[in-house]
């Protein structure tokens, strides 16, 4: 087995009261993801928590280990790196078993991980939470996925949502919140109107994880007492103009209609709208010049969700 296949207590140098703080947020989904995390913690479900890298997924697996009280320690594997998976390669007597990566695994793996899932729920002596850098419905549509392991792994799913897509609050949260942790016994440090502009318009494709280290970073080497945009933009390549992309949707937006050009904002709801009923999700965003990723991650920014009678081949 590769030596990072397995990791055992592997955030043991955090302190629990301090990780609730670390799920900052205010925005609904966090607010629905920290009640739901409260509530399954004393329960014995299978626990999938889906997300982008760097997004909490760890963190949030492990205050649901703490809170369940459960006396066995908490193990990681990534069976993503491996080539056998058996559940007599870790200690997990009354503890919480992490398989992170789930998403990535072979077809081999997957078939030993449906066999292990039955053994656990026959014993009943450890507890199951899966990981997965996509959204739920990538794994339920996906044709590589096996249909018997995804049953079994998404009886309580958390979504993590990505980063900027929680919005301006949570983004600033966070870094007063780094901005407090990492600059103990320090002056106090504060940003820019122009950084915090930046910060709020950058789409921090690393989640928390990259506005983390980002903010290390910009304490660590700044010789002011407040962080500027040029700082900033030298750590995250982000000069706050709008990318390829969004100027494409711009564009578009702007030849809509005779009437005043629509926002980026207001043209993906509009077409969005105005277009699921009649196409699938892959269609969509085609059309719109995103990834499938990206448009899921509008839908959950505005909030417009797919009925289940719509078009929704893949």
């Known amino acids: 087995m590769p030596e990072n296949a397995l990791v055992t207590n592997k955030f043991s140098k955090y302190d629990i009261n301090n990780l609730t703080d670390i799920l900052v947020g205010d925005c609904p989904a966090m607010n629905t993801i920290r009640l739901m995390a409260q509530e399954v913690a004393q329960k014995n479900y299978p626990v999938l928590i889906c997300g982008e890298t ?19 320690k908490l193990c990681v594997i990534d069976p993503s790196v491996m080539d056998h998976f058996a559940l007599d390669m870790v200690d997990t007597q009354e503890g919480t078993l992490v398989i992170d990566n789930i998403d990535e695994c072979a077809t081999k793996i997957q078939k030993e991980i449906v066999y292990c899932i039955d053994q656990v729920q026959q014993m009943n002596l450890v507890r199951l939470i899966f990981t997965a850098n996509c959204p739920v419905d990538f794994l339920s549509s996906s044709t590589v996925f096996r249909r018997d392991l995804y049953y079994r792994i998404s009886s309580i799913v958390l979504d993590i949502p990505k980063l900027a897509v929680r919005g301006k609050n949570d983004i600033l949260a966070l870094v007063q919140k780094v901005l407090e942790e990492e600059n103990n016994h320090q002056p106090a440090l504060r940003l820019s109107r ?27 080497l700044t010789t002011k ?15 706050g103009e709008p990318t390829s992309t969004e100027r494409t949707i711009d564009k578009m937006a702007g030849q809509t209609s005779d009437d005043e050009p629509l926002s980026l904002e207001e043209y993906f709801q509009k077409f969005i709208l105005e277009h699921q009923d009649s196409m699938n999700e892959a269609d969509l965003a085609k059309k719109l010049g995103i990834s499938r990723k990206c448009l899921w991650d509008r839908r959950q920014r505005f909030n417009i969700s797919r009925k289940k009678n719509r078009a929704t081949k893949s």
Not at 59 to 66: G, T
Not at 225 to 239: E, K, N, P, W
Request: charged share 15%; proline share 3%; hydrophobic share 35%.
């Open 54 to 72: 760097g997004s909490g997924k760890s963190l949030l697996a492990r205050i649901i280990h703490q809170q369940s009280q459960r006396p066995g």
């Open 194 to 220: 122009d950084a915090t502009q930046m910060l709020c318009q950058y789409s921090w494709p690393g989640n928390v994880r990259e506005l983390i280290n980002v903010m290390r970073n910009c304490i660590l």
């Open 225 to 239: 007492q407040v962080i500027d945009a040029s700082l900033l933009s030298h750590y995250t390549g982000f000069s």
